[in-house]
């Protein structure tokens, strides 16, 4: 499977906007930190987790082609900002969405007129699926399975998607959920900054959390201008622990 970070950034994105930090006004491009988006690829198919508002964006920089799902997060507007730009998307054929059950509710509400009986000629074809908490399932050819994580007090999903585990917007995470992360790849997750934050994990949180997980590797994501400049965390990071950044694709065996 391949892994590539359309998107590494925290809800500001990065540069945020108004600010002249070292890390802002960054001449590498690893310091450009779109809104969080992964996408996944196996055997032809596509999978993306999280559509933020930068998605029309992100996707300009990967070959066009078809979607066969979105595993949706949470309702927070960086992780599904995108969603009606999955419009040319939806060319190839309706795209069905998966979140847990209030999410899709706030989803209908937030674009009502995706889901009209008669809709207007263009908009996105989506089907929104709720997905039940640690049940397994399949989307062309991916294993899936949801996982409770905190955003503070908001109870939102985590996915093991195969050999990997995509977790972000994590303040916390109760015990009963790392047997779905066992023997995990690559896991991926929020790492936002060195100073604490109410709804969020530090970097040093997440290192703390890479530790208890032990996957092979453990990339950072969702990070802000706070993160620092990319060359400099990198070096901070122990060892098997790296910062991701936008364009980044590794392998997933
Ligand atoms: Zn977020
Ligand atoms: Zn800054
Ligand atoms: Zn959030």
Redesign the pocket.
Known sequence: MRVTFLGTGT?TGVPQVGCSCAVCTSDDPRNVRLRTSVLLEENGKRLLLDCGPDFRQQMLRVPFGQIDGVLV??E?Y??VGGIDDLRPFCTLGSIPLYMEDYVAERIRTRLPYCFLENKYPGVPNIELHSVPLHETFTVAGFQVTPLRVM?AA?P?YGYRVNNMAYI??MKTIPDTELEYLQNLDLLVVNGLRHKEHY??QTIEDACAFARKVQARRTYLIHMSHQAGLHAELEKQLPEHIFAAYDGLSVGCV
């Open positions: 809800s997060s949470h927070h960086d992780h955003h908001l939102i972000t917007d709804s969020h």
